[in-house]
């Protein structure tokens, strides 16, 4: 059981490596494909490690949470601007594909678990956790829009280089991720308020979505912009783990 998390995720990144290498019909497919198989990674491991009360508030404050927000999002324009979904990542419920808050239930987990070694007290871990999640969004955008999968009515204004997204829709999902995390952080028990040893694969999740953002869209992908965007917004809140982690790992070994 312990191998099975990081059987998830390498075919995760298996599906990640794949998508440049595909378009149309097929990318489109492998995005969903890559949400589904990322949120049984998170929640799975959420079940797994930190028991059923953990993964019930992951799957009601991110899955349930999230798609309440973009519902009321698409149906209002708030808070994200007036956007609309396209009809190519699958089925949708009151205008909003049930892949979305996957999404956010994908990542949501690792967020908070990199967040407990980032960061002191609740109301720190909360934010750091918000804002890794938040400027993870710096890269999903601009590639799903660049893909034609979701658009704004009136994206302006615009980060530089980054055009067809409203910086009003990053402020919104900060104020929501804040919401999700400090309702993750009351909801998930004691279980969910230290970092476990058992966190590896969670943390794995966390930074190779940071590098990976980075090198696809300088590279792979087209979009410098928020390549450079994300890699230091997101960068901010993930970069600090890995102090973190080499220390841990020295004060494991045996002098």
């Excluded at 956007?83 to 239930?105: D, E, F, R």
Aim: aromatic letters at 10%; a positive charge.
């Amino acid at each position: 059981m312990r191998r099975l998390p990081w059987i998830v995720l390498g075919g995760l990144v298996l599906a990640q490596i794949c998508y440049p290498l595909t378009d149309g019909e097929a990318r489109a497919g492998l995005t969903v494909a890559t949400v589904l198989i990322g949120v049984a990674l998170s929640v799975g491991h959420a079940l797994l490690d930190r028991g059923s009360r953990a993964a019930a508030a992951l799957v009601g404050t991110a899955m349930l949470g999230g798609f309440a927000v973009e519902a009321i999002g698409v149906a209002t324009g708030f808070p994200f601007g007036v956007y609309h979904y396209s009809g190519q990542l699958g089925p949708k419920l009151l205008g909003v594909p049930l892949i979305i808050p996957l999404a956010w239930t994908w990542m949501a987990w690792p967020a908070w678990l990199a967040a407990l070694r980032v960061a002191r007290g609740r109301f720190a871990r909360v934010a750091v956790a918000a804002c890794g999640l938040a400027a993870w969004d710096l890269f999903l955008d601009p590639q799903m829009v660049a893909e034609g999968y979701w658009l704004w009515r009136d994206p302006v204004p615009a980060l530089p280089g980054v055009p067809g997204i409203p910086i009003g829709n990053y402020l919104g999902w900060l104020g929501f991720a804040l919401l999700l995390m400090a309702a993750l952080s009351a909801a998930a028990g004691r279980a969910a308020r230290a970092p476990g040893p058992g966190d590896a694969p969670m943390l794995a999740l966390w930074l190779w979505t940071y590098a990976s953002s980075v090198l696809a869209h300088a590279v792979f992908l087209g979009l410098p912009a928020s390549a450079a965007w994300g890699g230091v917004l997101m960068g901010a809140a993930v970069l600090p783990l890995l102090p973190r982690l080499r220390r841990a790992r020295h004060q494991r070994v045996p002098a």
